[in-house]
């Protein structure tokens, strides 16, 4: 198996003698955006000198932006079931808490969609309880072709990602020729005697099962595979580490890691207080530990949902995150406020969609709906040797200006406009090569005019 619990922990015993000249060159190597091994990870994690982690900040700084600019892509969860039979210790949706279940008709898709598409949103992460019988996966593929066959007058879902269960390579196949976006599936723990008290009983408890789902989901077709562990269940520098060696072996294997990272912090249930949890992140740990995944994989995206508080949501944003959630609700049908919701888990950002993307904008942010790259074939392997090359600046921002427009004469109010177009006139001129900058103003006035989904 290619996590070794031994091995970790003897790296992060062995780190901490790493002399300051080496944790110098390594700085130095992130710097230029080579990323880092795992074991240059041990050693900035381990490392407490407060004057290296100043420098982990502002080269995690740099990188967002270089890499990013000011663009924050925005999404939203839909959830579509929360029938489960695993017994997850953390989750609200565990198979022994006892609520009314339920899944969603394809009517109701269709109504929370519709209200996604009111809040603005064209990319959405499709959720789901492990539930063979009565979620099989053909119900979820007929949820994505219902979200897909959806057409607004201003636009649609454009990208589903789906954060399913482990499955089978010809389940992955089917996803797949499904035109989902990324397959997420978090690890929860990479520390196998916790993942299996944590996994009480149900098929998530297989700790293999689960870990090589993404080669699984890589041999079925799917090549953009989203990862992430949920914080607060081990010790965050060991899964930090079980997330570096894991795409360090899904690049060796298929020649490209994961396409992003999301880094979830367990929060409180209706059930469950956080009490019990003896490996809970605090805040400074937590932004240590997401800069320095910004420093280890600078082309990978970073996930940031509505679990953490607008204030943090704020700071990290500065440290690496490049992917917001907004207006989001984690109960089955919640944008419709039904009755007797449950939640998996209780969010900590609850303003509207509108509110957090006005305030990014306000903070100089680019929200952004893009959803080009996997349809116009970026994905993978592909997508990655276009954002090393630094070509996908060229697209990027163009792409960002043009939905955010979109958006701003779709859904803003007339200050919102005024704010957007003041943003996009500024931004234009990073655009670096003129015929794309000709071609993003032209766009911009069509789609005025009514033109939509205009994309590179
Ligand atoms: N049921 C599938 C699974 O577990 O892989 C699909 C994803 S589940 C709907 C989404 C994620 O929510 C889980 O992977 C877990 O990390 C996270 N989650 C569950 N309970 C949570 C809690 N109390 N606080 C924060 N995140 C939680
Ligand atoms: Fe089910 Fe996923 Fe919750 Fe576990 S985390 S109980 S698998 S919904």
Redesign the pocket.
Known sequence: MFIDKDYIENLLIEAKNVPDSEIDSILDKADEFAGLTHQEVAALLVNENPAYLERIFKIAGKIKEHIYGDRIVMFA?L?VSDY?V?Q?A????RCTTKFERRKLTQDEIREEVRILEQMGHKRIAL????DDENCPIDYILECLKTIYDMKFENGAIRRANV????TTVENFQKLHDAGIGTY???Q?TYHQPTYEKMHISGP?HNYEY?LTAFDRAMQGGIDDVGA???F?LYEPFFEVLGLMIHNEHLEEKFGVGFHTI?V??????KE?TLDGFKHLVDDDTFLKIVAIIRLAVPFTGMIL?T?EDHDMRKKLLKTGISQLSAGSS?DVGGYNKRENQQS???INDDRTAGEIIEELLDDSYVPSFCTACYRSGRTGDRFMSLAKSGQIKNVCLPNALMTLYEYAVDYGNETFLQKSEKVIHQQIQNIGNETIRRKVTENLEKIKVGKRDLYL
């Open positions: 969860p959830y489960c695993n997850c953390y989750c609200g949706y959720e789901a309880g492990e954060n399913i269960a482990a997420i599936l978090f929860e998530k689960h992430g562990v949920l607060g999301s979830p912090r367990l929060c409180k249930t469950m949902s679990r984690t998996q888990f209780e």
